[in-house]
C-alpha cells in the first residue's frame, strides 16, 4: 500500500530536549517536505526537498533541521523545542520531479503529529 | 505579496449543494488544488484544476477561472462524511504551494 508513514502520532516533550519526528514514504517519490499547522493559520511548510541530499527552506525553518540521505526518509529534528513549537505537524511526499512541468503531482500526507513542549 | 484567501466557515443541511469559494494571488500559477481534512487527520487530495473550467468528481467538482484568479469547490446533496475542513492551495511559478488557511463545513443537524 502506497503511503508516507509518520512517527511518533502525539509527543509530549519538555523545553528544550532535543527530539525527532521520523517520516518515510514507499512511493519512491524524490519531492518530500514538512509543514506545521496551527489553528487559523492552516498549512505552513518548514522545509522541502527535490532529492536526495538536496533540502531547502519553506516559510518558517526557524528552530527545525532536516536531512534526506536516503529517497525515502525525510526526518524533521528539533534541536532545542520552545514551547511555540507546540503544533500538529504533517509530512508529505509527490511524484513532482524539479524541472518538470507539474501535472497534478498530489501530495500524500503522514498521520499527523501532534507535538506538545512544555 | 501572494495570498489565498477563503471563508473560515460555512454551514449546510443535508443533502445541499455548497459552494466553497478561493481566491488566490500568486507569483506565477501552476495549477490550484483542493484537499479535504477531517479533525485531527491528515489532508487527502480533491482535485487539481490549471484550465479554465469545471472538472466534475462524483458529487464534488472544482472550477477555476485564471483571469479572476478565482475557484470554487462544489459539493452536491451534502452527506454527514463531508462535514471537515476544504484546503484551497495554489502553486506558484517555482512549483511551491501557497495554501489557504482552510474553511470548515459544518452541517446544520
Known amino acids: 500500500e502506497a503511503q508516507v508513514t509518520q512517527n511518533p502520532r502525539y509527543l509530549i516533550t519538555v523545553t528544550g530536549k532535543k527530539l525527532t519526528v521520523t517520516c518515510s514514504q514507499n512511493?519512491?517519490?524524490?519531492?518530500m517536505s514538512w509543514y506545521r499547522q496551527d489553528p487559523g493559520l492552516g498549512l505552513r511548510q518548514i522545509y522541502y526537498?527535490?532529492?536526495?541530499?538536496?533540502?531547502d527552506k519553506g516559510d518558517v525553518p526557524e528552530g527545525y533541521k532536516v536531512s534526506r540521505k536516503e529517497k525515502r526518509n525525510f526526518p524533521l529534528i528539533l534541536e532545542s523545542p520552545s514551547p511555540n513549537q507546540t503544533s500538529l505537524y504533517f509530512c508529505?511526499?509527490?511524484?513532482?520531479?524539479?524541472?518538470?512541468?507539474?501535472?497534478?503531482?498530489?501530495?500524500?500526507f503522514g498521520s499527523g503529529t501532534q507535538l506538545s513542549v512544555l | 505579496g501572494q495570498n489565498i484567501d477563503q471563508p473560515t466557515e460555512m454551514t449546510a443541511t443535508e443533502g445541499a449543494i455548497v459552494q466553497i469559494n478561493c481566491t488566490y494571488q500568486?507569483?506565477?500559477?501552476?495549477?490550484l488544488f483542493w484537499y479535504q481534512q477531517h479533525a485531527g487527520e491528515a489532508p487527502t487530495f480533491l482535485s487539481y484544476?490549471?484550465l479554465d473550467g469545471l472538472e466534475e468528481k462524483g458529487r464534488f467538482s472544482s472550477f477555476l477561472s485564471r483571469s479572476k484568479g478565482y475557484s470554487y469547490l462544489l459539493l452536491k446533496e451534502l452527506q454527514m462524511k463531508d462535514s471537515a475542513s476544504y484546503l484551497c492551495?495554489?502553486?506558484?511559478?517555482?512549483?511551491?504551494?501557497?495554501w489557504g488557511a482552510g474553511t470548515k463545513l459544518i452541517k446544520k443537524p
Open positions: 508529505a511526499s509527490s511524484s513532482y520531479r524539479q524541472g518538470e512541468r507539474p501535472t497534478n503531482e498530489k501530495l500524500f
Open positions: 512511493m519512491n517519490h524524490e519531492y
Open positions: 526537498s527535490m532529492n536526495v541530499e538536496v533540502t
Open positions: 500568486t507569483s506565477g500559477f501552476n495549477g
Open positions: 484544476n490549471v
Open positions: 492551495a495554489a502553486m506558484d511559478s517555482n512549483y511551491q504551494l501557497i
